[in-house]
């Protein structure tokens, strides 16, 4: 299977700061890869699809890039609301995968 | 608007059947599949499996292979995950999600289905 590392684990960061959160896949997914948020109690999120693509009502700060093994999610400037969880995963191969999950908190 | 409505909590003893329910609407069911997310307390998401709106296909974590079933009943458009011989560590809150239109990438999801394993 597919194994997705994350990183860093915690990312502690200020609101107007930008944050930069990685995925590294073991093999190559092509750009079959989407980012999600989750808040405490809360269903995930789906924010970037097949990497750079924004869900429907995801705000611009919100960015993906990157292909083959090697992705980026990227907030401009952060927003209160944006300190959450945030989660990769592959749909390139079954089973599909996640990552183990970025903590973006409040510094 | 798509939305999906799963089963209330559940508290079953290891070595038990659960069997989750997920209730689709605002959309036509028979046209997309239902998967199923868990997150054990704590921890990261973790995926358990796919079934067909017509359960032709299905695909497993082999974590759960041989454990668990998923099954649909478009006539009510609703989607069933059984899980058997339950063990503590699969205790967790249990997600079904639907695809974004083609894309295979979850986009609407589950309110959650808490099950916990306990003697």
């Known amino acids: 299977e597919i194994v997705l590392t994350q990183s860093p684990a915690t990312l502690s960061l200020s609101p107007g700061e930008r944050a930069t959160l990685s995925c590294r896949a073991s093999?190559?997914?092509?750009?079959?890869l989407a980012w999600f948020q989750q808040k405490p109690g809360q269903a995930p999120r789906l924010l970037i699809y097949d990497a750079s693509n924004r869900a429907t009502g995801i705000p611009a700060r919100f960015s993906g890039s990157g292909s083959g093994t090697d992705f980026t999610l990227s907030i401009s400037s952060l927003e209160p609301e944006d300190f959450a969880v945030y989660y990769c995963?592959?749909?390139?191969?079954?089973?599909?995968?996640f990552g183990q999950g970025t903590k973006v908190e409040i510094k | 608007q798509v939305q999906l409505v799963q089963s209330g909590a559940e508290v079953k003893n290891p070595g038990a059947s659960v069997k989750v329910s997920c209730k689709g609407s605002g959309y036509t069911f028979s046209n997309y599949g239902i998967s199923w997310v868990r997150q054990a307390p704590g921890q990261g998401l973790e995926w358990v499996g796919w079934i067909s709106s017509n359960n032709a296909n299905a695909k497993y974590a082999q974590k759960v292979q041989g454990r668990v079933t998923l099954t649909t009943d478009t006539s009510t458009s609703t989607a069933y995950m059984e899980l058997r011989s339950l063990r503590f560590d699969d205790t967790a809150v249990y997600y079904c999600?639907?695809?974004?239109?083609?894309?295979?990438?979850?986009?609407?999801w589950g309110q959650g289905s808490l099950v916990t394993v306990s003697s």
């Open positions: 093999q190559s997914v092509s750009s079959y």
């Open positions: 999600a639907r695809a974004l239109d083609g894309s295979g990438y979850f986009a609407y």
């Open positions: 995963q592959q749909r390139s191969n079954w089973p599909r995968t």
